[in-house]
């Protein structure tokens, strides 16, 4: 539970800067300083922040079919991912240190195991002393998404204890995942994080009922793209024409355990949305509904989650 009766957050809906991730990195850095300056105690930063979440782009791929400009994309967007742990972590590390805050940064990862040919879409959990407290790995990319990420599995299913709450999530659309999201229940989660790249209004649904199932906090965060942001030459530019200018308008938002919208949603423009949350609200919010307690039924049902990490060799 709770070591503290309040908690302030932020959530950072930042503009995109696709296929660099050093430029991304600066941006968590500056926008994490002006979120504490703010008071925020915790920062969310987007699914897919650092590294890009590649609106629109198809990579040069058809059913049974690559081309050698896609291949060429997709190389300039693995050379944008990034290694966990490594440089680029050790900088977000050090904002978090400066600023005093638990950062939280969607980012895609550079498997270091097995060569380095597979990318994750990855949530990173650092604390304010400024090291890497843990990690998420999507479990089941969506659509697209499965032609240039792998799946996570369960060993990354991370909740942290923290002075504020306990905190973890999932990301984007992982969070329709009815079991996933029992899984996240049952470890705890107070302060629920949903870092998304879906802009559709309809998402904020998603969010409220995150919150009045699970009777937690729930902090939904996406960035705001639109086409001018991707390197004028990238080699498929022109997958991008039959997509609106505007690529995702945000709808970054925070909500309370009884589904109440306590902040945002944010559309249109880059900027950060805080919320001050009453962590005495969880257990009156619980009071007619726990889903890992008085609403449960193991007797009836059961779910079982492997937490294990599955390795091609052992």
């Keep these: 539970m709770s070591e503290r009766p309040s908690a302030r957050v932020a ?20 926008m994490t300083a002006t979120a504490a300056a703010d008071g925020a105690e915790l920062v969310l930063f987007p ?3 650092v590294g890009g979440y590649p609106w629109g782009l198809a990579f040069g791929t058809a059913v049974g079919g690559r081309s050698d400009a896609g291949r060429r994309v997709w190389e300039r967007y693995w050379s944008a991912s990034i290694t966990v742990p490594g440089p680029e972590v050790a900088r977000m590390g050090e904002a978090a240190r400066a600023a005093g805050v638990y950062l939280c940064v969607g980012v895609i990862e550079r498997d270091s195991t097995y060569g380095g040919g597979t990318l994750f879409c990855t949530l990173l959990y650092i604390g304010p002393d400024g090291a890497l407290l843990g990690k998420h790995r999507k479990l089941k990319p969506t659509a697209a998404e499965r032609l240039i990420w792998g799946e996570g599995d369960g060993s990354t299913l991370t909740a942290i204890d923290t002075p504020l709450g306990k905190v973890g999530g999932l990301i984007c659309w992982e969070n329709y995942m009815p079991l996933a999201r029992m899984a996240m229940y049952g470890k705890g989660v107070q302060i629920y994080l949903a870092p998304t790249a879906d802009a559709r ?8 009922h995150i919150a009045l199932e699970g009777r937690c906090f729930v902090l939904g965060c996406n960035q705001y793209v639109h086409r001018d942001m991707y390197p004028a030459d990238l080699e498929t530019r022109d997958e991008l024409e039959a997509w609106p200018e505007t ?13 109440e919208l306590l902040a945002g949603p944010l559309w249109n423009e880059e900027g950060i949305v805080f919320a001050d949350l009453d962590m005495t609200a969880i257990p009156r919010a619980k009071f007619d509904f726990d889903v890992m307690g008085h609403y449960a039924r193991p007797d009836v049902f059961r779910l079982s989650v492997d937490e294990s990490a599955h390795k091609p060799i052992d």
Excluded: H, K, N
Excluded at 252 to 257: F, V
């Design 47 to 49: 699914e897919a922040y």
């Design 247 to 259: 690529l995702s308008a945000g709808g970054s938002s925070i909500y309370g355990p009884l589904g």
């Design 201 to 208: 209004e309809r998402w904020q649904a998603t969010l409220r």
């Design 11 to 30: 959530v950072v809906q930042a503009a995109a800067v696709p296929f660099d991730s050093e430029a991304a990195v600066d941006t968590v850095c500056a």
